[in-house]
């Protein structure tokens, strides 16, 4: 019920990025190379868990604006039910590109912005 993108991918890993991207990749041991993608491409927003002590969290900290976001957040289906459990761990924003920062800052919810210079 809520509008977020004007284009998806089928498969966003073998698939070109065009302009500011949203990205919510598969969570669990195959995150990396989204990772080294997203930060390649260099313009957009991401939401992972903030799994800080792994090589790809850090390559986000080295790269990246973070939000930190306070609590735990909950999923939703696509017709906007609310899961009945939270994300189970901490999560994070983070942005890259001045539109992906832009975007990152704009955010209302509650919660610790890192900006990278």
Known sequence: PWETAKAYCKDGLT???????????????DI??????????????????????T???QDILQS????FIKGRINFHTPDGVRAKHNGGAPS???SIGFFGRLALARNILPGTYLVRE
Do not use: Q
């Open 15 to 29: 698939e070109p990025w065009h302009g500011l991207v949203w990205m919510n990749p598969p969570y669990g041991r």
């Open 92 to 94: 994070m924003l983070f």
């Open 64 to 67: 990246c604006s973070v939000f």
């Open 32 to 53: 990396a190379p989204w990772i080294k993608k997203f930060i390649a491409h260099g313009n957009g927003v991401g939401l992972t868990f903030a799994r800080t002590d």
């Open 55 to 57: 090589p790809w969290a």
